[in-house]
Structures are given as structure tokens and as C-alpha cells.
């Protein structure tokens, strides 16, 4: 991408709802951290979903072959 284009970007980006400014700013900003070699530290949030799949591998509940087929195709239209 080039300047340009990457300012033509943030630019349409401030017209966006504020919510979603902020999670392309902490999205940015995880990139640049990576680029940096620092570490990265998942949010609570974050946390909390992995403890939730953890959890259910523990249980044995795991998607069907067909609910993940489903699931791709769904995006895959996109």
C-alpha cells in the first residue's frame, strides 16, 4: 500500500463511529508492537475466550465437520 492510498484510508476512517476507529487504533497498534519484537499481552476479554475453549475441548465439545463447512462457506461468499 502506498502512502497515498494509506492516507486516503484514515482519512474515511474518521467519518467511522468511534468504536470502530478504536479497534483499528489497537489493531495498528498490535502491529507495530509486533514489528517491534515486543511481546504481546491478550486483553481480558481475550482471556475469557480462550478459557471458554479450553474449557469445551476439556468437555469434548468440538464443531462438526459440517459446522465448520458451514461456517466457511459462509465467509467465503463474501
Known amino acids: ?6 492516507k486516503e484510508a484514515l482519512r474515511r476512517v474518521e467519518a467511522w ?3 470502530a476507529q478504536e479497534e483499528l487504533a489497537e489493531i495498528a497498534l498490535e502491529i507495530d508492537a509486533g ?6 499481552y491478550a486483553t481480558a476479554d481475550e482471556l475469557a475466550g480462550i478459557d471458554r475453549g ?3 475441548a476439556r468437555e469434548g465439545r468440538f464443531a462438526t465437520q459440517e459446522e465448520v463447512d458451514a461456517v466457511l462457506a459462509k ?3 463474501r
Open 75 to 77: 465467509h467465503r461468499r
Open 1 to 6: 500500500m502506498t502512502a497515498k492510498a494509506l
Open 54 to 56: 479450553l474449557a469445551a
Open 35 to 40: 514489528l517491534k519484537g515486543e511481546p504481546y
Open 17 to 19: 463511529p468511534q468504536e
